[in-house]
């Protein structure tokens, strides 16, 4: 009889053991996204216009999409086929907003992985160092975060001949990186002083080891919430720029010579058609991607887990 009750109670601690430890990996995301239904809605108009945007690479052809004809020019929406209605031009609404937002999100994406890596790069080793090393780049980049970011790159746009994509991104980028090394650099100070980082000095292991094995990934919640705001803020960046005309090449798709059509009082009241769509996507995404964004943070950083 005693037996029977210890392997009773055994089997209650070891029911008891598995159902109190906490969810690691993918169910932790499935779990936080299960209770978060706007960010489940979020991820899923999220997915369903990044699908759409890559899709149109597919299915258009930007060369037939940039043709002018003047016979259709401002031709209202559901008319002559055009689901969206046209521009000045007689282009196709629809087909310049997939493209423009294939456009928009590549130049982002790719500004915002580049920032952040370089970015949090320099921002551990200044707080991992401290000291002159710390003085030394935080004094660079004081001077250089103050500087007018938009006006010079709308400066070395206008400098630069041969301008492409490619060549956006890269003066985007070369200008944007100062934010995320001021942020990583002041959490990697307070946590390179905590005792698992001294204790793994004592060791031996070596620096780059420490920082990118052990003071990194305790930086995550903090970068992913960084990362989602700089995602969405680089997406207003580039439709701002290519608004004031400063972006993407003439001629080339963008959400920013979508919304610069506004510019007129007729269009803005009369010819809708030719902006509002692309100044609501605009809006959609970034909602959807700071709701993401925040349920991503809960994930990572356990202390602001709801539930």
Not at 40 to 53: D, H, K, Q, Y
Not at 135 to 149: N, Q
Not at 153 to 181: E, H, N
Not at 271 to 300: C, D, E
């Amino acid at each position: 009889m005693a037996e029977n009750n210890t392997q009773v109670t055994m089997n209650e601690e070891l029911l008891h053991d598995h159902t109190s430890t906490p969810p690691m990996g993918w169910e932790v995301i499935r779990r936080e996204f299960a209770r978060d239904k706007i960010a489940v809605l979020s991820l899923i108009i999220l997915m369903a216009i990044v699908g759409a945007a890559i899709a149109s690479a597919f299915f258009i052809d930007s060369q037939d999409a940039g043709i002018v004809n003047i016979f259709d020019r401002f031709t209202p929406p559901g008319e002559k086929g055009y689901i969206l209605g046209t521009d000045e031009g007689g282009k196709g609404i629809l087909e310049q907003l997939l493209l423009g937002t294939k456009n928009s999100l590549i130049i982002a994406w790719a500004v915002t992985i580049l920032t952040a890596g370089f970015g949090t790069l320099i921002g551990l080793i200044a707080g991992y160092y401290g000291g002159r090393v710390d003085d030394l780049i935080m004094r660079v980049v004081d001077f250089l975060i103050v500087l007018p970011r938009i006006m010079i790159i709308i400066a070395v746009v206008t400098i630069v001949k041969r301008f492409d994509p490619w060549t956006l991104i890269w003066i985007i980028s070369l200008f944007g990186w100062m934010g995320q090394t001021r942020l990583i650099r002041t959490a990697s100070l307070s946590e390179a002083s905590k005792d698992y980082i001294k204790a793994s000095k004592t060791m031996g292991t070596r620096d780059w080891k420490i920082m990118l094995g052990s003071l990194l990934p305790n930086l995550s919640s903090l970068m992913i919430t960084n990362l989602t705001l700089s995602f969405a803020g680089n997406i207003g960046l580039e439709t701002g720029l290519s608004f004031l005309g400063f972006g993407l090449p003439i001629g080339t798709p963008s959400l920013g010579t979508l919304i610069g059509y506004a510019r007129t009082p007729d269009i803005i009241e009369n010819k809708w058609w030719v902006w509002l769509p692309a100044a609501l996507l605009v809006l959609v995404m970034m909602l959807s991607i700071n709701y993401i964004g925040q349920a991503f943070q809960r994930v990572a950083d356990s202390k602001q887990r709801r539930g």
